[in-house]
């Protein structure tokens, strides 16, 4: 397709998300001040990577359903999720809307915690309220890993709630506490609540 009929609706530092009819494509684009053989083998790498825990966690919670993996052209084609980007629109809810959005948000991380799959760049901005399903759908699992690491899942909470304090300040405690009801159904929970205090205790030592 040439560059430009390309729609391009988002643009990170790793990648750029293309809107073509009812799909998403992400491709991972070159990065120049890589030796050319270790970029390309990185993207390869990366993309061949995020493609596998997005369908695993497929078989867990909501996400997008993927279509194609391109390993030569460093690309996921996925279904495109109509809905609100959840960073837009927690906010604009009542309490109790947003309250009972957070616990199932917690529910899905402690199902995706149980499977070992960090998602590790959990915000609300990777986040999709599809309203009509009632479902939240979670994206971009670019720096996603696999880990049975109890440290690892308490980081994943920790950003969460980070994201939630910075973008949802008036009322985040209410909202991350919902998320951690719905992510004490996790096997793991009360150890993987008990080392997120410690990761917040570190990160208030550091200011």
């Known amino acids: 397709m040439p560059k430009e009929a390309e ?22 684009i070159k990065k120049s001040y890589r030796i050319p053989e270790i970029d390309e083998k990185l993207r390869r790498i990366r993309t061949k990577k995020e493609a596998k825990l997005i369908e695993n966690a497929s078989m867990l919670i909501d996400v997008p359903k993927i279509i194609n993996v391109d390993e030569a052209s460093k690309e996921i084609v996925m279904q495109f999720i109509e809905g609100k980007k959840l960073s837009d629109w927690l906010g604009k ?3 109790e809307t947003a309250k009972e959005v957070c616990k199932q948000i917690g ?8 499977a070992n799959i960090i998602h590790g760049d959990l ?13 939240v ?4 699992f670019g720096l996603g890993l696999k880990s049975e690491r109890i440290e690892a899942k308490a ?20 909202l991350f506490h919902s998320v951690l009801g719905g992510y004490k159904e996790s096997k793991n929970a009360e150890k993987t609540l008990l080392q997120l205090k410690k990761v917040e205790a570190r990160g208030r030592y550091k200011h």
Do not use: C, P
């Open 7 to 28: 729609n391009i609706i988002a643009q990170a530092a790793e990648a750029i998300i293309i809107k073509e009819g009812n799909n998403i494509v992400k491709r991972r």
């Open 93 to 95: 809810f009542n309490i």
């Open 107 to 114: 529910e899905s991380i402690a199902k995706l915690h149980d």
């Open 137 to 140: 759908y979670f994206i971009d």
């Open 123 to 135: 915000t609300t901005s990777n986040m999709i309220l599809n309203e009509k399903e009632n479902k």
């Open 155 to 174: 980081v994943d909470l920790h950003l969460l709630r980070q994201a939630l304090e910075a973008k949802h300040f008036s009322n985040w405690q209410e």
